[in-house]
């Protein structure tokens, strides 16, 4: 060809671009699918896409750090003789001693206590380090039941009973063999160093009429005391939370796809189950078709980042929120300071999510001593504690922006959305008009 | 199955208190024994009237003896630690459910997941139990007098099964290191559970756990399953295997 002929820029494909070619090198190579930690990374309708109105001559706004806006809430009213009450709306979501170090277990429950808020024990029972930091301490009851005995069950503040998670509702749990130290391999039963998996389904239970009989077990067992979550994945919210309030939820957790996982398949992740924002208002419908809004409540988790997005999900009708990822990077998780380390590990600060194969740089999701030890859980405790506290002065600063005296009074007429696809998921109007998609026969 | 009249024979000689649960409902039975002090000397409770009612004596964690004059619906003494419970009818499923320790015998047929989870502590069975028996069994022992159904053992990761008649589809699927004993024909192994060779040390353990179970059977008419181990550590070659 003549050097002076004009020749195209070359082209990439979209369909298949950097990641995707990548992608398929690496199965070609390995034989194995991809296994990653976090939850969803795809671009999707998410909390930014709505926007809080404000007041103005319509709507009175509040004094800030004058006027007082409530962040309180009370968890368990429904059938609970001793309900927690949490003094902001943000809990710390599951996550196991075995998937995260001890030390970064205890920094979650002293950031918890310190703030006012609940942590939550995971697929791999109750450490006593995490009993003796959390004021407020929430256990799971899993598939698994790997540790589950009736002792902690009865030192818990309330149950969590798992049936999904966002990450990968409908799929269970692989903790592979090199995060098996022998205290989590004793805790398990199981020997150590090898590939723990997590059921998908509960051993003794099928369906919302066994579940009903479940929770009335576990009530007993615990004198009623308990508040009892039922947490699901992001898949059918609707009417999975019609059937955990008919199965005796006290709290139903919803947990969209940007909810993380410690490990699971990268297929599973990105393209099973729902975003956050579009489980809200289906499971604040089915509440209210049950005559139950505000009387079981609801807890959103999965994407939740600062107090904006805390505020957007209280507004869409959510009681409270629970983080785990945003907890995480609180305590130090994907630190720029550590990105030598990160190269190392084929990887940068922001994207290393490789948190099942233990070698977290940053001493949290790893069973090895010599890098957990690089986590101070009192310092790394006040961080969480300074990270909730800022989120709670964030959403409350727009609660009074938008006149209201407490968090829980915000609602989805302060909203506006900023695409159409947000505006039907989150049902407000599109910004600048009043149309609200899938209403009114549009 | 002990008729009522000798259960309230059985009542007079032993000094058993009786409980009605049909009066004081399976809160007011449970919070009763839930709330025995460490050394009582009310050692003997007799249940009466269950009704099929769910959740009967769960919870309980005291070295009490709780029987249940009749049938038992789910979860009868789920999580149990010390006592010793004994279900003179049939029980429904996840009887013995996460048991830490004691003794759950029930004289009928167990309904599915029978011991699931179990930690600790033995749970006999008389007569047959459905499917998904000792369903991830974490130390739990186990004995059925008669036929276990499809899945039993399913991710078992410690304890024994022993089951005196006949074993469903997929035995011991994905088991761990629990020990599986059959003296009946198996319909079929599931993934990675295997045949293994009965040592004079299996023998040993399965006399122990039939003289317990107080269940006559010969320790050598049965065959030992256990874990080939192969599915422990992810191997993408054995991905037909799942």
């Not at chain 1, 671009?43 to 962040?71: M, N, V």
């Not at chain 2, 991710?155 to 005196?164: E, K, T």
């Not at chain 2, 079929?188 to 006559?216: F, P, Q, V, Y």
């Amino acid at each position: 060809m003549d050097p002076n002929t004009p020749r195209t820029t070359p082209r990439k494909s979209a369909t298949f671009d950097d990641y995707t070619l990548s992608e398929i090198r690496r199965a070609a190579t390995t034989g194995i699918y991809d296994i990653r930690g976090a939850g969803a990374k795809r671009k999707l309708p998410h909390f930014d896409d709505l926007l809080f109105l404000g007041a103005s001559i319509s709507r009175y706004p509040l004094e800030g750090y004058r006027e007082k806006c409530g962040t309180n809430v009370v968890l368990g009213t429904r059938f609970a003789k001793k309900p927690i009450e949490l003094k902001i709306p943000i809990t710390i979501a599951g996550m196991s001693f075995g998937s995260l170090s001890a030390q970064a277990k205890e920094a979650l429950g002293n950031g918890a206590t310190i703030a006012g808020t609940s942590t939550t024990t995971g697929d791999g029972g109750m450490t006593p380090e995490e009993r003796g930091h959390s004021k407020t301490l929430v256990y799971q009851y899993l598939p698994s039941r790997y540790g589950m005995n009736p002792d902690d069950l009865r030192r818990a503040d309330a149950i969590e009973v798992v049936v999904g998670q966002g990450a990968k509702p409908g799929g269970g749990g692989m903790l592979l063999g090199q995060k098996i130290s022998d205290r989590v391999a004793q805790m398990r039963c199981l020997p150590k160093g090898i590939d723990q998996r997590s059921a998908c389904r509960h051993p003794d239970w099928t369906g919302p009429d066994d579940l009903e009989i479940k929770l009335h077990e576990l009530r007993e067992i615990t004198n009623w005391e308990k508040p009892i979550y039922i947490k699901v994945g992001g898949a059918r919210p609707y009417y999975d939370t019609a059937l955990a309030v008919k199965s005796g939820a006290d709290v139903v957790v919803v947990d969209g796809m940007q909810g993380g996982t410690a490990a699971t398949q990268e297929v599973f992740i990105e393209h099973v189950g729902q975003p956050t924002l579009a489980c809200i208002r289906p499971a604040v419908q089915a509440l209210q078709d049950l005559g139950m809004h505000r009387k079981v409540q609801l807890i959103v988790s999965g994407g939740i980042r600062n107090g904006a997005d805390v505020a957007k999900a209280l507004a869409l009708g959510a009681d409270a929120v629970s983080i785990g990822t945003a907890a995480l990077v609180a305590l130090g998780d994907n630190d720029p300071h550590l990105e030598e380390e990160y190269q190392k590990l084929g990887t940068t600060a922001g994207a290393y999510d490789d948190w099942h194969e233990g070698r977290d740089p940053a001493g949290i999701t790893t069973q090895n001593p010599e890098l957990a030890k690089r986590l101070d859980p009192k310092i790394a405790g006040r961080r969480l504690a300074n990270y909730l506290k800022v989120m709670t002065l964030e959403a409350q600063t727009i609660a009074r922006a938008c006149g209201k005296n407490h968090v829980h009074n915000l609602e989805p007429e302060d909203l506006v959305a900023l695409t159409v696809e947000a505006a039907a998921m989150a049902q407000v109007p599109l910004a600048g008009t009043s149309w609200i998609p899938g209403k009114g026969g549009y | 199955m002990a008729p009522r009249n000798a259960l309230a024979r059985k009542s007079n000689e032993q000094h058993m208190i009786e409980i009605d649960l049909e009066k004081e409902g399976v809160r007011g039975v449970n919070s009763r024994l839930h709330t025995l002090p460490k050394d009582t000397n009310e050692r003997h409770w007799l249940i009466r009237n269950p009704m099929g009612q769910h959740a009967i004596a769960c919870g309980l964690d005291a070295p009490i003896t709780v029987e249940v004059g009749g049938h038992a619906g789910f979860y009868c003494g789920g999580m149990n630690k010390q006592a010793e419970i004994l279900i003179h009818g049939h029980a429904g499923p996840g009887v013995a459910e996460n048991m830490m320790s004691g003794i759950v015998r029930v004289d009928g047929n167990a309904s599915q997941s029978a011991g699931a989870t179990g930690n600790g502590g033995l749970l006999v069975i008389k007569g047959d139990a459905a499917s998904r028996c000792g369903i991830s069994m974490k130390g739990i022992d186990i004995v059925v007098g008669g036929s276990v159904g499809h899945m039993s053992a399913f991710m078992a990761q410690r304890g024994h099964l022993v089951v005196c008649g006949d074993a469903g589809e997929a035995l011991g699927d994905s088991i761990y290191e629990a020990r599986l004993y059959v003296r009946g024909k198996v319909d079929s192994l599931g993934a990675d559970c295997i045949e293994k060779k009965m040592t004079d040390h299996h023998l040993a353990k399965l006399a122990r756990l039939l003289d317990k179970a107080e269940i006559k059977a010969n320790p050598k008419d049965f065959r030992r399953f256990g874990s080939a181990r192969k599915l422990y550590n992810f191997n993408i070659d054995h991905a037909d295997a799942y």
